[in-house]
């Protein structure tokens, strides 16, 4: 994007906070932060945080543009076909404050919002895997007018992006968890707990430890480090990235303080070192630059070893314990009640031991602390920070804040035995005791109107029209009309619009069952399979050389006669668009969770002629514009990554890498096979039939 001219370095990029409550929007704006993002009660991809009510929603608006700053609203899970109704309730309340951006990952919600509420900015959602220039292309032709793009891309990927992309408004996650899979493609929770990750229930089995079937040792292979991209800000400011976002929706105000104070710092171009702390002791595991530096051959192994949880701050070491009282050397001093953690070795994994600090007498750098209980602490063992007293926020209140208010000029006629009352389209009359007086009614008539409680409306400018000169009506009388009024009023202004169907039906094809097409180490297959007599073939729903990708299929397409080509990547719209002599189909990471979304596909890709229903559905309701292919029996693959299995989860050395491997695991029982394929991961779950070596003697 071009910049503007003459601005202030920290105005050069907007700095976006989670908020999982109004508590952490509030915290997020008063420490500097530019935006905030948050969910409604529904439909939202962060199911356990607080989420906002519609009245949290309009103090939060109110706040946000009488004080220069933004909101962005998350609608970032799949929507079923039966709840589009609910959808667009909640759609109609949205629009009826506004917001900033509506960042959403269900193309059926884009469509919805393009048609109706034409209003509410769209901005497409990391959950729709956007990792490529034509993904980006393809969202801004749809209407899109910002793209959060994958936390799987590296710097120079990210420069070439914003090059071949230079209108639309590209958004880049810079601190926070890290999911093992693409975000969006992720089918671990759904497949292993039957939680959906794609509609906000994730389980985190990312975060859970599994077994290598090989060495019998347990260990947490897909747990990545977080992400601190204190190093990489400046780059990203250079590249022309226009927002920074920081995960953590179910993070607390301490959290959401602390970070915003260390961004803000490092984008203003002051020194962010004294607010590290605060951001470590809040919540972060191990943590790192991510993906976005290169991942040469031996870079740094990104999982977070034996123990996946918050370690907050190294700040020592245990040097002696007598019973329970422990010695330790620290560099930053101990106060009472902050949280302290040590690491205690499991069977090749680390169990947390936490306690609050009681510290004694203290000389120099050392300090005695006391144990709630007898738990045996090894010498040497690293002293963990993971919560700092001093830094415990004060909570503010929800309704400290404002409501924002709808202005509606009113006129008030004061008669001899009533008062009639008027705004917007609404005109009511009411009986009225009136009885003489030497002052005039208009200041107390004025006071009364002027409030309006709860209500999304207020009468603003009021017009009064008195026909029988000085009087006095009893101010409860007015208060009960008011009341009375407001009701009406308030009823009259809501939008009285509902969701309607608006499908034209067509001719469709149906799909083999989805298992038939797979590749013979991937959930895709880019060589073509020969089904009933015609070929299918299907894009990766992961790739980093896209033109190379194009030309290839764009070669092998013509080979093939009358192929059917799937579409696994919202990138590859724009190959269809391009090449509209050939028949395609939705294939099971273009998702088609709702009949909208294949709506907007059909729209985009008119040769489209068919597609899976999302795989963790298996049902619809009509109507559709073509009929989905329901496939309940296909096992998807669990994680696609680009963290390399054997480098990152086991630890091995790039050295010596075949750069195809395979390698198994189990978990409760639940055995799966892994394919580490030129640095990118795939996992599935294998069952007894498909298991074709020995259990290692160790295992049985």
């Not at 609203?73 to 079923?80: E, G, K, P, Q």
């Not at 803000?264 to 919540?283: C, M, Q, T």
């Amino acid at each position: 994007m071009i910049k503007p001219q003459n601005t202030k370095l920290g105005d050069m990029i907007e700095l976006a906070l989670p908020a999982g409550t109004i508590k952490e929007a509030i915290a997020a704006f008063r420490a500097g932060a530019d935006a905030v993002y948050f969910g409604m009660k529904d439909f939202s991809a962060r199911k356990g945080a607080g989420n906002f009510s519609e009245e949290d929603l309009s103090r939060i608006r109110r706040y946000a543009l009488e004080n220069d700053r933004k909101i962005y609203i998350t609608v970032n899970t799949l929507i079923d076909d039966k709840d589009l109704p609910r959808l667009y309730d909640m759609l109609s309340t949205i629009s009826k404050y506004g917001c900033d951006g509506l960042i959403v990952q269900d193309l059926g919600v884009a469509n919805i919002v393009r048609r109706d509420f034409p209003s509410l900015p769209l901005h497409g959602s990391t959950q729709l895997a956007v990792h490529t220039s034509a993904g980006v292309k393809a969202l801004q032709g749809l209407g899109f007018e910002r793209v959060v793009l994958s936390r799987e891309l590296n710097l120079d990927e990210i420069a070439s992006i914003r090059k071949e992309c230079p209108d639309i408004e590209l958004k880049v996650f810079i601190h926070g968890a890290l999911c093992y899979g693409f975000s969006g493609l992720c089918m671990a929770s759904h497949c292993i707990t039957g939680r959906s990750a794609n509609e906000g229930s994730c389980a985190q089995i990312c975060r859970s430890w599994f077994c290598d079937e090989e060495t019998g040792k347990r260990y947490y292979p897909f747990s990545l480090e977080d992400l601190d991209a204190g190093l990489c800000v400046r780059k990203l400011m250079d590249i022309g990235i226009d927002s920074l976002k920081v995960e953590g929706r179910l993070k607390g105000p301490e959290y959401v303080d602390a970070v915003t104070r260390y961004y803000r710092a490092i984008i203003d171009g002051k020194d962010e070192k004294p607010y590290h702390h605060g951001v470590s002791v809040s919540f972060q595991r191990k943590a790192g630059p991510g993906f976005l530096l290169p991942l040469h051959p031996g870079h740094r192994i990104m999982t977070t070893g034996p123990y996946p949880g918050h370690r907050g701050e190294r700040i020592g070491c245990i040097l002696d314990q007598r019973g329970r009282k422990i010695l330790v050397e620290t560099d930053r001093k101990i106060k009472a009640y902050d949280g302290l953690m040590v690491l205690l070795s499991d069977k090749g994994l680390a169990e947390p031991y936490r306690f609050s600090a009681k510290p004694g007498e203290a000389q120099g750098n050392r300090t005695i602390l006391f144990l709630p209980d007898d738990t045996r602490l090894p010498k040497g063992a690293d002293l963990f920070m993971i919560s700092d007293s001093s830094l415990n926020m004060k909570a503010i209140s929800e309704t400290e804040l404002p409501l924002m208010k709808k202005n509606i000029g009113a006129r008030i006629r004061i008669e001899k035995e009533q008062i009639s009352v008027s705004a917007g389209n609404l005109q009511e009359s009411y009986p009225c005791n009136v009885s003489a007086s030497e002052n005039s009614p208009e200041k107390a008539l004025r006071t009364i109107f002027s409030q309006s409680g709860t209500y999304s409306v207020q009468l603003s400018p009021i017009n009064i029209e008195n026909t029988i000169g000085d009087c006095y009506i009893n101010p409860s009388e007015l208060k009960k009309i008011r009341r009375d009024f407001m009701e009406k009023l308030a009823s009259s202004e809501k939008d009285e619009h509902h969701y309607e169907a608006k499908v034209e039906r067509h001719e469709s094809t149906q799909l083999p069952p989805r298992q038939r097409l797979d590749g013979e180490r991937t959930p895709w297959n880019t060589d073509g399979v020969v089904i009933d007599g015609r070929t299918y073939i299907s894009f990766p729903a992961v790739r980093y050389e896209e033109a190379n990708l194009f030309r290839k299929m764009e070669e092998k397409l013509k080979t093939i006669k009358n192929p059917l080509v799937g579409l696994n990547n919202i990138g590859d719209i724009i190959f269809a668009q391009k090449h509209p002599e050939y028949d395609y189909f939705a294939d099971i990471y273009l998702y088609l969770p709702n009949r909208e979304a294949a709506v907007l596909l059909k729209e985009a890709v008119p040769s489209l002629v068919g597609g899976y229903l999302w795989i963790e559905r298996e049902e619809y309701e009509e109507p559709w514009p073509f009929k989905p292919t329901v496939d309940t029996s296909y096992r998807p693959a669990l994680f696609i990554s680009r963290a390399c299995y054997r480098h990152d989860g086991l630890g091995l050395s790039c050295a010596d890498c075949k750069r195809h491997n395979t390698f198994h695991a189990e978990q409760n029982g639940r055995h799966y096979v892994i394919y580490a394929d030129d640095c990118t991961t795939i996992v599935r779950e294998e069952k007894k039939e498909q298991r074709k070596w020995t259990v290692p003697s160790q295992m049985q």
